[in-house]
């Protein structure tokens, strides 16, 4: 087939990266990205090149974009009567009002984290479920952390064959852009127990019995995990090959926190930003090497998160799954992400 036509719906934090990420690709292009009204964003899609539309069919709203000097080609209908998938990026929640719009349209489309499992009864990691989702009408990259803990846990289960897991989610207050949500200066736990996030896992990795707690703290740039994973007897593992696996395995980085003298979340932005990726995004998942300890059966470990960007990448494997054009998930991963990195080289 052609260059599968791609539509992201909602272009903000997550959008404008996913964008990027299908304009990089070979195999891909971007049909059109969509704001609810005029704002600065607008030239960000302007600048890039990308087809400006409404996320409504409102005349009134459409109008608006060009009243204030943007090029606006129509609603979201035209766009999703252009594209061949859409790629949903609007706030978490607002999935049951626009998964009308694509059934209607009939159109395959993806879902982010923020909205559940159940709008799609189908969810996604590239690692965990890619055979999945393949030629799927529908399905849901997803949140950051649960991409994060199927990175480090799914070559773990697939080693081991059964993982017992307990987890704390240590999670960023708000994105960096973000100026409407908090705490400032508290450490808010997350009053359902278990949280969402641990068990979200399993939706892509069934067989992997996992719990989380979960807390909010005043910090805007990663999440951390704290892990405990229990491995059954017979595993034949030790702190090293757990080291090496992760290596081995895409888009982790471990790295001796000491010896590189990275031993916060602060140094880990840094090293991203190093990378060169725009906005400093780090798509893998970060290990720090002296934080791992296998204890007889019981695995021990930290790993930070840049929640804005690891589920960038699933997404497009995601788009290849979907659209049926590679079954690999390995092939992929290394399509995509040679092709981000050859993207913001230039
Ligand atoms: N941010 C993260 O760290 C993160 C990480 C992983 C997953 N996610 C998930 O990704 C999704 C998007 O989050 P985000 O952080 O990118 O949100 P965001 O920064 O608030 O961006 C949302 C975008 O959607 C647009 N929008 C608003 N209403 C819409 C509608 N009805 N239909 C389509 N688009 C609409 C907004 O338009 P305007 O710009 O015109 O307001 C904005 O461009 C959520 O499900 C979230 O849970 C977020």
């Known amino acids: ?143 950051c952390n649960t991409t994060g803990l199927s990175r480090t846990l799914v070559p773990l289960f697939n080693h081991c064959g059964s993982l017992r897991v307990e987890c704390t989610m240590i999670r960023r207050a708000a994105d960096p852009g973000d100026s409407n949500k908090g705490p400032i200066n508290a450490i808010k736990p997350v009053l359902k127990v278990p949280s969402h996030h641990g068990p979200d896992l399993m939706t892509v990795a069934p067989g992997i019995s996992i719990n989380s707690l979960a807390v909010a703290v005043p910090t805007t740039i990663m999440h951390v995990h704290s892990i405990v994973a229990d491995l059954p007897d017979g595993h034949g593992l030790s702190t090293e090959s757990i080291i090496q696996l992760w290596r081995d395995t895409p888009r982790v980085i471990v790295m001796h926190g000491e010896e590189n003298r990275i031993t916060s979340t602060a140094e880990v932005m840094e090293l991203a930003r190093d990378i060169g990726r725009k906005w400093g995004d780090l798509h893998e998942i970060f290990v720090w090497q002296d934080g791992v300890k296998l204890d007889g059966n019981r695995l021990y470990y930290f790993q930070a998160i840049h929640q804005e960007s690891d589920v960038i990448p699933e997404n497009i494997d995601c788009i290849r799954a979907m659209m049926g054009t590679e079954s690999d998930w390995k092939k992929s991963v290394s399509i995509t992400d040679g092709a981000i990195d050859r993207y913001y080289s230039l």
């Open 1 to 143: 087939m052609g260059s599968i036509k791609v539509a992201i719906n909602g272009f903000g934090t997550i959008g404008k990266r996913v964008a990027d990420a299908v304009d990089a690709q070979p195999d891909m292009e971007v049909a059109g990205v969509t704001k609810t009204g005029p704002s600065f964003g607008c030239d960000l899609a302007a600048k890039k090149g990308f087809p400006l539309y409404c996320t409504s069919d409102s005349e009134q709203m459409i109008s608006s974009f060009e009243n204030s000097g943007y090029d606006c080609r129509g609603g979201i209908s035209d766009l999703l009567g252009i594209a061949d998938i859409v790629v949903d990026c609007a706030p978490g929640k607002l999935g049951s009002q626009n998964i009308e719009k694509y059934r209607e349209i009939g159109i395959k489309h993806i879902f982010q984290g923020g909205e559940k499992h159940s709008l799609t009864e189908m969810s996604y990691t590239s690692c965990a479920n890619h055979e999945e989702n393949l030629n799927a009408d529908c399905s849901r990259v997803v949140s």
